[in-house]
């Protein structure tokens, strides 16, 4: 019997937060907002932008762009926040901009050799080789690692 050559693919949300293209696995995201109304916590790391209620459920925000070690910008019409589940916990992840849904082949994603633009490389679980672009793929389980370990 002939091998069937199957070929894995999944979809990324390839999205801008500063000068960094980056992606993130679909099977991630619960949902993409776009204006919520974003209320500040006393103390907080500056990476956490605040807290925001989504349908009624209060749910953290983090500023990815302060966490890559960028400055804090206004929010924008541009900006998103991708919700995703970490820990048992809704999470906003707050982006410069959400650009496009892709299904890509898994071959086409690499590991990571460095760190990217002087982020951490932890944040990041590889990359993936676009036609003329390269995008980091987020690692969310060391983004928010000490995030919500600093917010108990």
Do not use: W
């Not at 995201?29 to 916590?41: A, G, N, T």
């Not at 999470?91 to 002087?118: A, F, Q, W």
């Amino acid at each position: 019997m002939a091998k069937v050559k199957v070929e894995q693919f999944k979809e990324l949300t390839i999205f801008q937060v500063a000068n960094i293209l980056c992606a993130i696995d679909i099977t991630e995201v619960k949902e993409i907002v776009k204006h919520l109304e974003i209320s500040r916590v006393m103390d907080a790391d500056d990476y956490i932008r605040g807290v925001a209620s989504l349908r009624g459920e209060i749910l953290s925000v983090i500023d990815v762009r302060v966490k890559f070690g960028e400055k804090a910008i206004p929010l924008n019409e541009d900006m998103r926040i991708i919700v995703i589940n970490f820990e048992g916990e809704n999470t906003g992840l707050l982006v410069d901009k959400i650009h496009d849904v892709e299904m890509i082949n898994i071959k086409s994603l690499e590991p990571l050799t460095s760190n990217i633009n002087g982020v951490n490389r932890d944040y990041f679980s590889g990359i993936y080789k676009m036609n003329n672009k390269l995008a980091a793929v987020l690692n969310t389980k060391e983004l928010l690692k000490y995030s919500h370990a600093n917010s108990e």
